[in-house]
């Protein structure tokens, strides 16, 4: 990177430190609870959700003593049967894998955190023929998007993403749902999260069908959804990318700012 560039970058990423690392990371919890440094987060469907700005200066044995009880909090709640507990790769936190695994935690892939310009993203791209992107707002359409999203990540189909979206979408906190589609089958599909009271929108579950791949449909995606994201004022945009998704958004000029790496545990 040349010095502006890496000097961008970390404008970025203290932008993310600031903006987004706090209740705005978790705009649908339904109860947030402070844990020292931590933010013990409940979503509906019994997930847990622990994140922070920072751990100060806390060291190994400190984090070993603050895990168990910070996941002592969901443990003891029977309607909670998983927690993530979400961690950076550019924060002081001394053992804090090692401590996370010793609690039942295991880590998931880690990802690339994205942040770029809005507008280097809301450019033309040509579709294949055939191909429509649209917003979605029914709620047969959110359940189609949300088995499509299910199947090209390995789950299991189920209601319970879709649920949650359709809740999101009755609270109308700005949250967009976007498809592309092919002969009435959706092909591609992801959503907007603008975020209050910062500069940012997020783009997240980014999903398309294998067949599809390689064609400029993703991209094409994204730029609709950057376009949005400028109508309501929003400069930066912001992901957490596999490696999939990361030379997409690298080409539209977003930089990687950092890794994130979240850890699962399952009652």
């Given at each position: 990177?040349?010095?502006?560039e890496?000097?961008?970058?970390?404008?970025?990423?203290?932008?993310?430190d600031?903006?987004?690392?706090?209740?705005?990371?978790?705009?649908?919890a339904?109860k947030?609870?402070?844990?020292g440094s931590l933010?013990?987060?409940?979503?509906a469907?019994?997930?847990?959700?622990?994140t922070?700005q920072?751990?100060?200066?806390a060291?190994?044995?400190?984090l070993r003593?603050?895990?168990p009880?910070?996941l002592s909090y969901f443990a003891?709640?029977?309607e909670?049967?998983?927690?993530?507990w979400?961690?950076?790769?550019?924060?002081?936190?001394?053992g804090?894998?090692?401590?996370?695994?010793e609690n039942?935690?295991i880590?998931?892939?880690p990802e690339s955190?994205?942040i770029g310009?809005?507008?280097g993203?809301a450019v033309?791209v040509?579709l294949p023929e055939?191909?429509?992107?649209?917003?979605i707002y029914?709620?047969?359409d959110?359940?189609a998007m949300?088995?499509?999203q299910?199947?090209?990540?390995g789950d299991?189909?189920?209601?319970?993403?879709a649920?949650?979206?359709?809740?999101?979408?009755s609270l109308?906190?700005?949250?967009?749902?976007?498809?592309?589609e092919?002969?009435g089958?959706i092909?591609t599909?992801?959503?907007?999260?603008?975020?209050?009271?910062?500069?940012?929108?997020?783009?997240w579950g980014?999903?398309t069908?294998?067949?599809?791949?390689?064609?400029?449909?993703?991209?094409?995606l994204?730029?609709?959804r950057?376009r949005?994201a400028?109508?309501?004022?929003?400069?930066?945009?912001h992901?957490?990318s596999?490696?999939?998704s990361?030379p997409?958004?690298e080409?539209?000029?977003?930089?990687a700012?950092?890794t994130?790496?979240?850890?699962?545990?399952k009652?």
């Open positions: 990177m040349s010095r502006d890496l000097s961008r970058s970390a404008e970025f990423l203290h932008a993310y600031t903006q987004l690392r706090t209740d705005a990371e978790t705009p649908s339904t947030i609870t402070r844990l933010r013990l987060v409940t979503f469907g019994g997930r847990g959700f622990i922070y920072t751990l100060g200066d060291s190994a044995e400190s003593r603050l895990v009880e910070a003891s709640d029977n909670i049967n998983r927690v993530e979400k961690t950076r790769g550019h924060d002081h936190a001394p804090l894998s090692d401590a996370l695994l039942g935690f880590a998931d892939e955190i994205m310009d809005a507008q993203l033309d040509p055939g191909v429509s992107l649209r917003r029914a709620e047969s959110v359940r949300s088995a499509m299910d199947e090209v990540f299991p189909v189920s209601d319970e993403m649920n949650a979206l359709l809740h999101r979408l109308d906190d700005g949250m967009e749902l976007w498809v592309g092919a002969d089958e092909v599909a992801g959503r907007l999260e603008p975020v209050a009271d910062s500069d940012f929108a997020g783009i980014g999903a069908r294998a067949e599809w791949r390689g064609r400029g449909i993703y991209r094409a994204t730029a609709v950057a949005s400028i109508a309501m004022g929003k400069t930066l945009i992901s957490d596999t490696d999939y990361r997409i958004l080409r539209s000029g977003l930089v700012v950092s994130t790496t979240p850890y699962l545990w009652r």
